[in-house]
């Protein structure tokens, strides 16, 4: 399966690449000015790059308002505006004038392509700056001629709007490029800028930047929280939306983790400081959001190499135009109006954002709805997917136990009975079936009874007197060790998934708890999505048969694999690869991590604050089935949206070249600045059509 570990090691490929791939504007615009690449990469961080990213945006901005402002003088001493106007402004050395304004929009106005132009020729990859900076210099070298006795028409006015245009549609296009790693820089307003840290028993505020691991910090109903942490004491609805996409406030209580960034509900919580600053979640989120938007797709480089052929052809079709129609006998300035307009119009500029700003909009929409991408290519490939592997325990289970049954053995105690005393010896003890058994009481909003001389019978369960009576919580090896008799396990019991467990009041059975790793409720609704996009789902776990058998049946997958041995997943996702499906398979990230790195897709699920599930290709933040069938139908709408944007930009050229060489002569004309605005429309048509990605 080469095609996968290809797209792995594309991951890790160094970021000094980019320039091979031009048309990636998010480097190509920071490297705007003279100081651009170099000083792009020193500003990698995530404060730095957008403070440069801003800088340019405002550089262009201002040049945008200098040139307009010289450029109403310009149009009013040009003869054919003039001509057009019905007005005549003549005097003395108006041409030097001219000349000079002219002069000074050309250098100023069009430094940054000047500077993209020698940059790109240096990596030998002409693009869209080479475009401009050689149109607009053709219209300059030229309009100076005539002014020093050349014959013909200046194209001074041409060429003063030509360069507006394109300062205009570069800002507008990197306007909306800074909008898209916006909604990525929220993510770092999460954080507080003071934080309440207790030490040696005194509440001071400091700054965030001196919070230090294991510090012990405060944090009151409604504050943000300022680091990832455990939580020691107190009780809050915490709201992790932000983070993870999960819409209801999470209820936390003492020993969970609580993310920085999120915000703190009705309570008030003393945390313990695990991760701050680049240990953070918030951090490792935001690290690997921008290492994805850096990262190129195949789809991308497809569009970089159609970029690039797209500049040969302008030029190419710019050179032959202007020969062409001074062979037909036309005057020098018309030859030149037309090559310079197709160089203008050609512009793939429109190409040039096509990708890239899918690529930020769609990884920073994921990430706010709990879908980090590590890989580009493999979520583009989740759209071809005819195969997914789930891994059971938390990820189609919750990989909690849960009450199932709670069944009275005499007429003496109640179900809601038997759980408040099995939650009263149960409440001191750390096992899975406690944790099942103190939730279901919550659950019920039964009252917690107190209890006396708890102790832990390993393996067999635990006992402690409640209200005066011994209570034992047990399951059947209980009564092999006793030499007991064990009462009989009602028939409705389905022994094949349920762990059962007996409460005994003074000696006597009076009552069962049975307890399973439930189904996620959404796993179910997540296998009937996935079918009906045509893709199969298979349970891979290393439960027995009727386990396995059984979590399958109910969900209605394709099949399932039991048995299986951590280190044996891998081959199984090889098996189905060999059949030449395409794979994902959807693990945990721990024990699941080579067969994650086998699939096509691997797919981390659950990982919570662990974003580093190093092999993995997207994260899903929360423990939902449903997420994966939602990164699926994701996938498939960035693709169509690059898709519809590629031919758009390769559609708008095909009919815009012919019309700017000239071939409507003379029923139509396109002139230089009106080719220079359907350039920068085209680009803004592709830039909204970005914009509508949504998750659905």
């Keep these: 399966m080469e095609h996968k570990h290809e797209h792995h090691e594309h991951r890790q490929e160094p970021q000094h690449n980019a320039p091979a791939h031009q048309h990636d504007h998010s480097n190509e615009h920071t490297s705007m000015s003279a100081e651009g690449h170099e000083h792009h990469k020193e500003h990698d961080s995530r404060g730095g790059h957008d403070e440069h990213a801003g800088h340019h945006t405002m550089d262009f901005l201002k040049r945008f308002w200098l040139c307009i402002i010289l450029t109403v003088p310009v149009l009013l001493l040009s003869h054919m505006v003039q001509m057009w106007l019905g007005i005549e402004m003549s005097f003395p050395g108006d041409k030097y004038l001219l000349l000079a304004l002219s002069t000074f929009i050309y250098f100023y106005g069009g430094w940054p392509f000047l500077v993209g132009m020698i940059r790109e020729l240096k990596w030998k990859n002409p693009g869209m700056m080479t475009l401009v900076a050689v149109a607009i210099s053709t219209a300059y070298i030229y309009s100076v001629a005539v002014v020093f006795g050349l014959r013909g028409m200046d194209f001074f006015w041409e060429l003063a709007t030509l360069i507006d245009i394109m300062l205009l549609g570069h800002w507008l296009e990197m306007k909306s490029q800074m909008a898209a790693s916006r909604a990525l820089e929220s993510l770092v307003e999460l954080l ?14 400091i700054p965030l930047k001196d919070l230090q691991p294991h510090d012990i910090i405060l944090i009151k109903p409604g504050e943000k929280i300022p680091a990832d942490g455990l939580i020691l004491d107190g009780t809050s609805n915490v709201n992790e939306s932000m983070l993870t996409g999960e819409s209801v406030p999470v209820r936390k209580s003492k020993d969970a983790k609580v993310i920085g960034g999120a915000v703190n509900g009705d309570g008030a919580l003393k945390v313990q400081v695990t991760g701050t600053g680049g240990d953070s979640y ?16 195949n789809t991308q480089n497809l569009a970089n190499k159609v970029a690039k052929w797209l500049t040969i052809i302008s030029i190419s079709v710019g050179i032959i135009t202007f020969i062409v129609w001074l062979a037909k006998g036309n005057e020098l300035s018309f030859a030149l109006e037309r090559m310079v307009t197709v160089m203008v119009t050609s512009c793939p500029h429109a190409l040039g954002v096509a990708i890239p700003l899918v690529v930020a909009i769609s990884t920073s929409l994921s990430a706010m709805h709990g879908l980090l991408i590590r890989n580009r290519t493999a979520f583009e490939n989740a759209r071809k997917l005819t195969t997914i592997i789930f891994d059971k325990t938390g990820t189609l289970t919750k990989g909690a136990h849960e009450v199932q049954q709670i069944i009275p053995l005499n007429n003496q105690f109640s179900a809601d009975d038997i759980l408040r005393y099995a939650a009263a010896v149960q409440q001191n003890s750390e096992h899975h079936i406690a944790h099942g058994v103190m939730k ?11 209890s006396t001389d708890f102790r832990y019978m390993q393996g067999i369960g635990v006992n402690g007197s409640v209200n005066g009576k011994k209570v034992i919580a047990a399951g059947p090896n209980y009564f092999r060790q006793e030499n007991r008799q064990m009462p009989a396990i009602p028939a409705e019991i389905d022994q094949s998934t349920d762990t059962v467990n007996f409460i005994l009041i003074d000696d006597a059975p009076a009552g069962i ?4 790793d439930s189904i996620r409720e959404t796993a179910a609704e997540a296998i009937t999505d996935l079918k009906a996009m045509n893709i199969r789902s298979f349970l891979l776990t290393g439960d027995n048969e009727q386990v396995a058998a059984a979590v399958a049946g109910k969900l ?27 794979v994902a ?16 897709v691997g797919i981390a699920i659950g990982s919570g604050t662990d974003v580093a599930a190093e092999t993995a290709d997207i994260i899903l ?37 012919p019309l700017a060489a000239g071939i409507l002569y003379p029923a139509f004309m396109l002139s230089p600045a009106m080719g220079a605005v359907l350039m920068s429309l085209s680009t803004i048509v592709v830039a909204i059509n970005a914009k509508l990605l949504r998750v659905k």
């Design 282 to 297: 918030l951090n490792k989120v935001i690290n690997l959001v921008q290492s994805a938007q850096g990262a190129k797709s």
């Design 192 to 205: 507080p800028a003071i934080v309440h840290v207790e030490r040696d028993g005194q509440v001071s505020d």
């Design 585 to 600: 398979m959807t693990g945990d990230g721990v024990n699941d991590a080579p067969a994650l790195a086998q699939a096509d």
């Design 440 to 450: 279901a009481l919550k659950a019920r909003k039964l009252e917690l009874w107190s």
């Design 556 to 582: 209605k997958m394709d099949g399932y694999l039991a048995n299986v041995l951590p280190h044996e997943k891998q081959s199984k996702v090889k098996e189905f690869q060999d059949k030449g499906e395409i």
């Design 621 to 657: 933040v929360n423990s939902d089935p449903k997420d994966v069938v939602q990164m699926i139908a994701f996938g498939r709408a960035t693709y169509r949206k690059m898709v519809q944007n590629l031919v758009w930009a390769v559609g708008y050229n095909v009919v815009a070249i």
């Design 513 to 516: 708890i049975t307890l399973a």
